[in-house]
Every structure is written in C-alpha cells, then in structure tokens.
C-alpha cells in the first residue's frame, strides 16, 4: 500500500511538471515512479532486489549545454541486499555505501544529424568537350578518317587504360562538304542546312577539291576532373544523448578521485548503458514523431570531385560545400544518351543528324554545367540547387569498422528524443536554470548571406537571422518562435530551442529550414514577431521582423509571329529513301525531297549521252566522208589522173592557216570516154563532166583529194 501511494504521488508530479513546463521546450519529464526491482539469477530461492527511481525524460534537439539537471535526495545506503541498513552500513559490507549529499545529473544531446549510406556506383566526367579538326583543301590531312577499323583515324583513339584495347567510337566522327553545301557555298547564298564544322564548301575557295574534300572531324575530348558518383540510401537518424552524474563526496559512488564525475551516453546504436557501479542505467527508447521529415535523398547521386592524384583522405577533407547532390534522372549511365552526365563516345558519335547540328550539340547539361549554374545562384544570393551548403554545414563519415561511408546532414527541426533514467535514489528534484535574455537582432537575409532586408517573392530565398543575448548569470535554454506573419507569408515549420552560456550572444540561423516565404508573386513589404521564451516558458523579448519581397522573376513567353494554321499531316516518309520517293527523272521531286545526289546523277547522265552521241556521230560523219572520197579516186582514168599535155602545173597551194587559196584560170575540159567515166557509171552522165574546178581545197574533216 505503502507502494502504490508513493507510485500515485509519482505519477501526480509528474503531470504538474508536465503541464507546468509545456510552452518550454527543454528537457521535459514524462513520468516517475518507484519501484523494488528485483533480479534472478535461475534459482527461485535467490533474488536480489533494490528499490529503485525510474525517470522517463524528453531531450529536445539543441540541448548542447547542461541547463537542467535532476537532483537525487540520498539513501540511506545503497549496494545492499535489500537496500536497507537501519543502522548504517556494517562494517563487514565493503560494498555497501551511504550517500550523504545530493548526487546530480545532468542531460545533453549532440546535433541530430540524417546519415544516408553511400555506394559507389561509378565516375563521371566533369566536362566533355567537342574539338574539331579540318581536313582536305587547307586541312592538316588531305582525307578525313573515322572508320571502326582505322589504325590511324583524324581524331585518334581512347584505349582502355588495363587492356590498352581501343575504346569503341572514341574516334569521333567526320562531316565533308555535301553537294548542297558545295552548291550553296559556290553560287553564293550559302546552304540553308547548318554545318557543324562551318566548313568553306565553295569550289572556287577550294579549288575543284584537287586536295581533296574539305571535312571536319569532330572529335570528343574529356576533362581531367572526374567525379566519384555514390548512390544514396535512406536517412538514419544519428545523435548521442550524455548523462553526467557527480557528487561532493567521490568516495559514495566509487567515482574517480579526479573529477568526482562519470558519464555515460546511449546512441539509436547502442540504446542501454549501465554506469561502472551500475547506481545509474539510461536507455533509448526512440524520438517522437518530428513536425518535419528528413530530406529525402535516394533519388540523387553524390558526386565528389576527385583530382588527378588526390588520396582518399584528401578528397574527403576537402571542401564539402560544393560537393553535388543530382537527380538521378540527369545521368545516363550506360553512356548512350545525349545531353546527360555519364554521355559516352557512343552517344556523341550515333546522335541524329549530327553533321547538321551546332558544335557541342549532345555535350550540354554536363556538371560544369550544373556547377557554373550553382555558383551564379551563390554570388545572386539565391539558394543552390545541388550545392551540399543547401543543406547546412555536411560532413563525410568515412567507412570504418565494415560500415559504409555516410553522408551526414544536419537536421536543425525540433525532435525530441526519449530516455528513461534508473537509479538507486529515494526521490528526486528538476532542476532547471532560469536566465534572462533578450533578442539582439533579427532580420531575413538571401543565402549565404548576400544581401539582407528583402529576397525575392514565391522562392525559399527568405533565411531568418536572429541574434540572442544571455543577459543573466547562469547558462541557460531559449525557445524562440516566429508567428503573426502579414497575409500570405509562411514563418518557419517549427520553433528552434537554443542555449546559451552565460553573459554572450548566439546567431541563430541561417538553418536550411528556418526561413520565411511568401506566397504570392507581389513586391511588398512583409512583418513577422519573433518571441524569445526562457526555459519556463515565460516570454522574454519579442521584436517585429520586418522584410520586402521583391516581384518574381517569372520566366519570358517569346512572342508569336501570328496565327499558324498549318497544313494537313502528311504520311510519314522520313524512313523512305530518295530512289522510292522520286524517280530519276522526275526534276522537280527530287528538288523537293532534296535528293540532291539522285538529281546530281541524272544531270550526269544526261550530259554523258548528249557528249556520247556527239562523239558517235562525229566518227560516222568521218567514216562516210572517207568511203565517198575512195570511191572517187577509184573511178578515174591513168589519162585523167595525169596533167594535160600543155596544161601549166599548178605552182599555188592552199594555207589552211593563213586561209589563203590562189585562184587558177580555168582550163578547158576534154570529153571523158563513156565506157570509163566515174559520172558516167555511176549518175549516167550524158557524156560531159560537170564544169567543176578541181581545186586542192580543203573543207575541214580532211584532204578527200
């Protein structure tokens, strides 16, 4: 009966203390009560028992100093069977001990960090870069070479550093003049397709391509900054909760004789700990449900850069504020996509079109990229996007005793953790240090504090900065909340508790949750209060926040060029080729579909037979000339052949060079015999030889005479 009363009494404080206490923040008691803890070691005939206080408490995040502390009255003696010596302890009973002065302990909780596992998984580039290479007329080789089986191609060859094999499509690629450029370039006016490599097509710059074609090799260079990319697991909450317990008298609990002091911790690891002279046990029960989650990170990679010769230990003892979190989305990890972290020689060298594209097309959105972004954010003032310093001051656990490397983040939301103290006490006070304070300063300021008084509207640009003072005597716990924002204006999620050492001041923020946003897209000036409480609850200072919003920087519509009704969709024809959509002498299709080759070989052919055709009859023009003038050499007489007898031998000639032909007289014809005359045999002359001079004249396909 006795037992249950003092249970009740117990249990009745501790709902006094419970509502008393519950507009502070600090270390809360939830329950007491006393028990006769009694322990069996097999033996149903031998138990060892002891009357024990256990104390269930919350300890908030923030509870870095030793601001609370519970006092426990002493007991008579302890270390007993039964826990009972009515005349002190026996002299005989080394072990037994009587406590004499108040023993006090005191609770503390470091940072409450999220740690997410890591995996590797693999590297990638910091930036790969398009390089490219002239060839033919003006180039630094007469032929452009990318083939699979090239020894020696423009741009040369990746090997893979352990087998020395070459690296599959690391040779780039090349883009020689097409017929359409060579035209366009030519005639003036350019081509209206874009070339990669903007190379002078013109057959008057180049002339004919006697050196050869001109072309570009496009080639893939990449940078000699790699990142480690490490997969993200889910959050695991980390943090310790201390317990330090002394006396005046180091002689009572069997403590050291230096400090007169121990401490024992529990973590989400190790939840139970039993002090040396087990006087005192704490254990872990868990954390109460926070107003806010953890950041959820398994859908990124970390990347950390990694330099040419850096050891382990220096890359993770660099700077972690620029380390990256990407989603995973922006990577392609088989290298086959365009435009993505992880873009390999593949994707560069199969992309579409690719001749017809800007230089670095398939190369954007590298991390260089999204790292060049980030640090114009910075220096804007605005919040990072894939900067670790988004998320406060992240450290790196290395991998150590078989556990994986971790990331940690620090988790600045109010959580309160459980623990319940067992000892061997007879009752106990709470202890709370009670100090004045005031708040110094408080303001909103963009990120990293660029500039101060006003952020941007509708963005999480607002970080709140409040500077307290600890006015009083004694190291003391805060709560500070802001409330009573203007219309439209979200304040924090969740108050932040702080303590503060005596006589000095502490800057809280700017923390990666404890901002201030607005709602709508206005400029406008803004008003919050902030209300500094002390360790009871009891309001200290308030102080009007007042801010302006800036209009949001909405992003610019381009401007239409007008209605565009547009015409009926057509059949797909992009995979039919130029032979099944034109005809070879269909002109005016194959203009239309740019079959420029097809186009090119029609007027090849139609030049080839005109030229054919002109050469064939040429040689039969000459063939018949040749027959006719042999058929008249043959028909002549020896008589006829011969100069008449006093006829003057002609002493002229004909210059077919100077075109000069002299001119004789003309010389009477003698009848020729009708049995043997040419004319007569062959176009029935009547017997008189046409009047025709027989001039050596030639007539221009050769000498018929």
Not at 314 to 336: H, I, P
């Amino acid at each position: 009966m006795k037992n249950g009363k003092m249970i009740a009494k117990a249990v009745t404080g501790a709902v006094i203390w419970s509502w008393t206490f519950g507009r502070a923040l600090g270390t809360t008691i939830l329950a007491t009560s006393q028990l006769l803890q009694c322990v069996q070691n097999g033996s149903s005939s031998l138990r060892s028992c002891q009357e024990r206080l256990v104390v269930t408490v919350t300890v908030p995040t923030g509870s870095n100093l030793a601001t609370e502390f519970i006092e426990v009255d002493p007991i008579r003696c302890v270390n007993t069977e039964d826990s009972s010596c009515p005349n002190g302890c026996p002299s005989e009973d080394e072990d037994c001990r009587e406590l004499v002065d108040p023993i006090h302990l005191s609770l503390t909780k470091s940072q409450v960090v999220a740690n997410y596992e890591l995996s590797y998984t693999q590297s990638f580039n910091h930036k790969p870069m398009e390089v490219v290479m002239y060839t033919g007329t003006g180039g630094s080789s007469p032929i452009c070479k990318d083939g699979a089986n090239e020894q020696h191609p423009t741009c040369g060859w990746y090997t893979d550093v352990q087998t020395g094999s070459q690296v599959p499509d690391s040779q780039g690629f090349c883009c020689p003049c097409t017929f359409e450029s060579t035209w366009g370039d030519t005639l003036g006016g350019g081509s209206p397709q874009l070339a990669r490599g903007n190379v002078d097509c013109s057959l008057l710059s180049n002339p004919l391509f006697l050196s050869g074609v001109p072309a570009s090799a496009h080639c893939m260079n990449l940078n000699t900054l790699w990142h480690a990319g490490y997969n993200v697991g889910r959050a695991e909450i980390g943090y310790s909760i201390d317990v330090l317990f002394f006396n005046k008298s180091s002689s009572q609990l069997n403590l050291t004789e230096e400090d007169h002091r121990e401490t024992i911790s529990v973590t989400p690891q190790a939840p139970f700990q039993l002090s040396s002279d087990a006087f005192l046990s704490l254990q872990l029960l868990g954390d109460l449900a926070s107003f806010v989650s953890p950041p959820v990170l398994s859908e990124k990679i970390l990347l950390i850069p990694t330099p040419q010769g850096a050891s382990p230990q220096e890359v993770f003892d660099g700077d972690k504020s620029r380390w990256m979190l990407v989603d995973k989305g922006r990577f392609s990890f088989t290298g086959a996509e365009c435009d993505r972290i992880g873009t390999g020689f593949t994707a560069f060298r199969t992309h579409p079109e690719k001749c017809q594209r800007p230089a670095g097309t398939c190369l954007t959105n590298q991390i260089s990229d999204l790292y060049d972004d980030d640090q114009q954010r910075v220096s804007a003032g605005q919040t990072p996007l894939y900067f670790l310093s988004q998320w406060g001051t992240v450290d790196l656990k290395p991998p150590s005793d078989g556990a994986q490397a971790a990331l940690s983040v620090p988790l600045t939301e109010l959580r309160h953790s459980i623990v319940v103290l067992n000892m061997v006490a007879d009752n106990l006070k709470f202890v709370i240090n009670r100090s004045p304070g005031k708040i110094v300063e408080a303001k909103v300021c963009t990120f990293n504090q660029h500039s101060c008084g006003s952020f941007e509207a509708s963005t999480l640009d607002g970080y709140i900065i409040i500077t307290l003072q600890n006015t009083g005597a004694l190291d003391a716990a805060y709560t500070v909340t802001v409330t009573h924002c203007t219309e439209r204006v979200l304040p924090p999620p969740t108050a932040q508790h702080v303590n503060i050492v005596s006589q000095s001041t502490f800057q809280l923020g700017p923390l990666s949750t404890f901002r201030v946003r607005a709602e709508d897209n206005e400029a406008s000036q803004r008003r919050c209060m902030v209300t500094m409480y002390d360790s009871t609850g009891v309001v200290l200072d308030t102080k009007d926040l007042f801010f302006n919003t800036t209009e949001t920087n909405m992003t610019e519509i381009p401007q239409s060029p007008g209605e565009r009704d547009g015409d009926p969709l057509r059949d797909p024809r992009s995979s039919l080729t130029c032979a099944e959509r034109c005809k070879l002498y269909n002109i005016i299709c194959n203009i239309l579909q740019g079959c420029w080759q097809r186009l090119l070989l029609f007027v090849l052919i139609v030049l080839g037979s005109f030229i054919g055709a002109c050469a064939a009859t040429y040689l039969l023009l000459k063939l018949a000339t040749r027959t006719l003038a042999g058929s008249i050499t043959s028909g002549l007489t020896p008589t006829e052949k011969q100069p008449a007898a006093g006829r003057p031998i002609l002493r002229g000639t004909y210059h077919a060079q100077e075109k000069h032909v002299q001119h004789l007289p003309s010389i009477p014809q003698e009848p020729l015999p009708p049995s043997r005359s040419f004319w007569n045999r062959h176009f029935h002359s009547t017997g008189t030889r046409p009047s025709a001079p027989t001039h050596n004249i030639h007539n221009g396909w050769g000498d018929l005479t």
